[in-house]
């Protein structure tokens, strides 16, 4: 029997090295040289399959190309590396399109009926993600969801603080909750879907199998039995939206209808949202306070400079302390550039686009065929050193500006992440309150760098175990207020 197996996979290997043999001659000279996966024919699959985007961080790796080709059995993957190549993509767009994934969304990932998924297939996609993009624009709507948003943050970093006793938590976990939690208050008002624990925990067993699900590869239907539970309570609550539901949740709510979306494929948005709402910001909130905290100096110039800038303490009421939101966003550069330091360290995105005509790029340099897809890596570009100087989180010179466009985290214009300013706030907000709070000690003593966990579809990685940690409250149990200052204020974060 097991000589049967060994034969077999000689044979299939064998096959394997023909059909490579033969793929190399529908390959074109002027498309992006190949790159030889070290399994052949399917090493390439294998690879995206195990690591998702990560595993384009690798495969730049091994060249220095600026666009190289994956071979994955079917079709091809163009790997863009390099900076010079964003504009020139983007300005293909016709036929370099992201226009088809809103609807592969809509199919795989939120579970959309057909003729919902049929939608997109026109202009619609456009005026929905304009909608969407207009009512998270800064303005007092945003300050009311703002607001909802941190108070609910200081209530649990109030309970970590635990009256002055503190806590030992997995990080993970804690900051799991804390996004759904937070989050939620913010997009759906304070009595949102999540406040059942089994549907927050259902949201996260989902995300592991979202990938999965995706590539329709999700033999067991645990995605979809996830998923159904989060459906089941968004439908719920999309039933009857609630005074304090944010505008961008109405707004969209009401298009999707009036397009002639059904109440539960319309409902299911919703769910699909909360994969982009929830799934990026976890693992940022994360490596931002993992990067801070296990660096105590900086984490002292970091206290100073809060308390110099953005913190008040109202003498008279004894223990009420104020943290001025504009002034965060605005007074604090320090405490900006370690989150973004940690964003560009993090990230493992890569945008994608799909080939809808064979297009030449770059003055006719190369040729990107017809049904292919095409995916702009992002990390290669966050570790040059040609731009951003030896890589070592929280290690720049004060006096250094990185260029804008090669900063990724936020993806690329014209789709960057339209929630960016709400998602900064929340997690400097976030990281703000535990630092002038607490001290956080791993339990084991070390921060000792974890592996990663590559199920997620998200920017950045969650770690692949859970991390323990001691909260030490700084002292004594004070009370916490936000102050907004006024609704244009912005994070200064590189994208804009
Ligand atoms: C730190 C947190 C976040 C990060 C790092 C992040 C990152 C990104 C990135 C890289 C993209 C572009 C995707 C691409 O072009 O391939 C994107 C798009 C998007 N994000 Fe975020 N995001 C975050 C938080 C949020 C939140 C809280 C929301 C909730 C409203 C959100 C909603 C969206 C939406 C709707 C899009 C699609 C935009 C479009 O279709 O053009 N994101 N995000
Ligand atoms: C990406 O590559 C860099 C080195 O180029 C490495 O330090 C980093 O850990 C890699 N990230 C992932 C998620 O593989």
Redesign the pocket.
Known sequence: MLYEIVYALVGLVGLAYSLDYALDLRYDAREPKRLPSRIPLIGHLLGIVK?GT?YY??T??RTADEIYTLDCVALKIYVSRSRRLIPIIQKASKTLSFRPFVKVVAREMAGNSEEACDLFDGSFVDEYSQVVKSALLPGTHQDDQNLRMAHSVISLVDDLVNGGKGKTIGLLEWTQHLIVEATSCGFFGVEHPFKDPEVERAFWRWQLYLRSQMASVDFFGKANQEREVVNKAIIEYCRKLKDDTSKVVLDRQRVLKVAGMTFEDAAKQETLFCVAMFGNTTPTLYWFIWELFSRPSLLEEVRRELEEHAITRDKANQGEHVLDIAALKTRCPLMLSVFQETQR??H?HANIRKVTADTFIDNGRYLLRKGNYLQMAG??IH?SEEIWGP?QAGSKEASFVPQPSAFMAWGTPPHLCPARQFAATEVMLTVALLAVECDIFPNGGQWKSPT?RYNDVAAI?SPGKEFELQVKPRRGAGKWDVKMGMGKTQVNILSG
Do not use: D, F, G, K
């Open positions: 690591y990560a961080n690798q730049s790796e360290i993090h493992v990390s290669p570790y890589t990663l990685l």
